[in-house]
């Protein structure tokens, strides 16, 4: 299994919505990647998972809060968004955050997130 | 964080071969990446390349590296309709596996 899931595929929020984006994989990965990527840019790295850990917060405003319950699920917690804030929002995971061998990151296919 | 490169778009007929450039900025960098991305969905690996290697062949993909230039390039042989993609290059930063991805370049195959 080489794949990474991600539910919901899209949603649609208000302003003081608060909801949930979550991911899996089951690849006995360690490092899990929350990245966002609006229309026509790259994506934009987040958070960095290490085993279980938070390693890296790219200076996220706190109305995104990770949460890595296994080595197998990550979530991003959705609190008082803004509209600025919709995206695609993209998951990864790698086996690890070291440059071991080949450590490619593997993308789900993303949720497509609408804040009104 | 790291410059990555790439020129934003790239029109080709298709049976012609397509070279998608970038350019990077880390000399530190490992693993250099290629990535496409489909309308409306995630990044698939394509290929990637240890910085020891000058170049790797994967079926209809050629992965260029000159290292002193700091200059990554993706050849795309008998490019089909199918390959109309946005791809992606991406360096890895140490020791965190930060990824940097280029701005993408919008691969368009004309029949």
């Known amino acids: 299994d080489t794949e990474v899931t991600q539910t919901p595929k899209h949603l649609v929020m208000g302003m003081t919505n608060k909801k949930s984006l979550k991911c899996e994989q089951h690849?006995?990965?360690?490092?899990m990647y929350w990245y966002k990527q609006k229309a026509k840019k790259p994506p934009e790295l987040m958070f960095v998972y290490s085993y279980e850990k938070l390693s890296i917060n790219e200076s996220v405003p706190s109305r995104f809060s990770p949460e890595c319950p296994n080595s197998s699920l990550l979530n991003l917690h959705l609190h008082a968004l803004q509209p600025e804030d919709s995206a695609l929002y993209l998951c990864?995971?790698?086996?690890?955050?070291?440059?071991?061998?080949?450590?490619?990151?593997?993308f789900g296919p993303g949720t497509r997130l609408t804040v009104l | 964080g790291e410059d990555v490169e790439q020129s934003l778009f790239l029109s080709v007929r298709e049976g012609d071969s397509s070279v998608i450039n970038c350019t990077y900025t880390?000399?530190?960098?490992?693993?250099l990446y290629w990535y496409k991305q489909e309308p409306g969905a995630g990044l698939q690996l394509l290929t990637y390349?240890?910085?020891?290697?000058d170049m790797k062949q994967d079926q209809r993909l050629t992965v260029l590296l000159n290292k002193k230039d700091k200059h990554l390039s993706l050849r795309i042989a008998d490019t089909q309709t199918g390959d109309s993609a946005i791809y992606f290059c991406a360096e890895a930063e140490d020791n965190f596996n930060k990824f940097y991805f280029g701005s993408g370049t919008k691969l368009n195959v004309k029949p």
């Open positions: 690849m006995g990965h360690r490092a």
């Open positions: 390349i240890f910085s020891n290697m």
């Open positions: 880390d000399s530190s960098s490992t693993y």
């Open positions: 990864a995971s790698s086996q690890e955050t070291g440059q071991v061998f080949g450590n490619e990151q593997f």
